[in-house]
């Protein structure tokens, strides 16, 4: 199955590249928003300064850097923000991030070159996880110090989870036949400030999350089964009368699991029969 992604993913897409082995796909639509938004900024940039393009980043934002420094400004600044600590994220979460980070890409407003997109597309479908410890910096000004991890690989360095094997990125992207990104306006930037590392970690909890909740109405309506119980309490008008629509949304559910039940008990079923009822008279 291939995901096509122009605009933005639904959560049923993301689980299907999560967990199902969907391949992610560039659509033309989203191939034209990154290389319009990359040449718009190259235009714009060219007589001015802008932050993180041509200046220092934070408190040194007051400073122009020299034109012949800004492809090293933005090497810089993945590979000082490189400082995670800690046993490496699962990959799970890290795929998750690297689909959220070119959700943001193909929006159009990031002004870098299509092939950081192309690369991280590359990343997930051929199961190519940056290394990304578990402790460092999350929603400071980004999830700066899990994207600057991403960063680092897609620039040829650091480490990589590949085929259950720690390995250099280097050596992985070879043997893959990729080439590393590179820099031409913001890349660094843009990478490295965001929070993909969060909104990856939380698709992956939802869908979980809703797995574990349609786990648990089975279970309430298998329990509902063994007990033999009556079914008026599923009823709409019933769980309407309470005016809570996560209610209305399980009652509904679990009607629909037990519609054939041949265990659950049916008020209209249960009318009273005389047929042995004592006759005798006195």
């Given at each position: ?60 934002a ?50 870098v ?14 199961g ?12 400071a000004?980004?999830?700066l110090?899990q ?8 620039i040829g ?46 698709a ?79």
């Amino acid at each position: 199955m291939i995901v096509y992604l122009e605009n933005r993913l639904s959560l049923e897409e993301i689980r299907s590249i999560l967990f199902e082995g969907a391949t992610l796909q560039l659509s033309d639509k989203a191939k034209d928003n990154i290389n319009k938004s990359y040449e718009f900024l190259k235009d714009f940039s060219s007589d001015k300064v802008i932050y993180g393009i041509n200046t220092g980043f934070g408190p040194m934002a007051q400073f122009r850097v020299d034109d012949k420094f800004l492809k090293e400004l933005q090497y810089n600044i993945i590979r000082s923000h490189s400082t995670g600590a800690g046993e490496p994220l699962d990959d799970i979460f890290v795929k998750a991030a690297m689909i959220a980070r070119v959700g943001t890409l193909v929006q159009g407003y990031s002004g870098v070159h299509l092939s950081v997109a192309e690369l991280i597309v590359e990343f997930i479908n051929r199961g190519i996880f940056p290394k990304i410890p578990r402790h460092g910096s999350v929603g400071a000004s980004g999830d700066l110090v899990q994207l600057a991890h991403i960063a680092l690989t897609l620039i040829g360095e650091g480490e990589v989870h590949y085929n259950g094997e720690w390995r250099n990125t280097s050596d992985v992207l070879k043997e893959n036949g990729l080439e590393p990104i590179n820099i031409y306006i913001r890349e660094g930037l843009c990478i490295t400030n965001g929070t993909s590392m969060m909104s990856g970690i939380a698709a992956v909890n939802l869908i979980h999350s809703q797995k574990l909740f349609n786990h648990s109405i089975v279970a309430s309506a298998l329990v509902n089964e063994i007990a033999s119980s009556y079914d008026d309490f599923l009823t709409h008008e019933l769980n309407a009368a309470k005016h809570h629509e996560g209610q209305i949304f399980v009652a509904q559910m679990m009607r629909e699991i037990l519609k054939d039940s041949q265990c659950t008990l049916r008020r209209e079923d249960e009318l009273y029969d005389n047929s042995h009822a004592d006759t005798t008279t006195f």
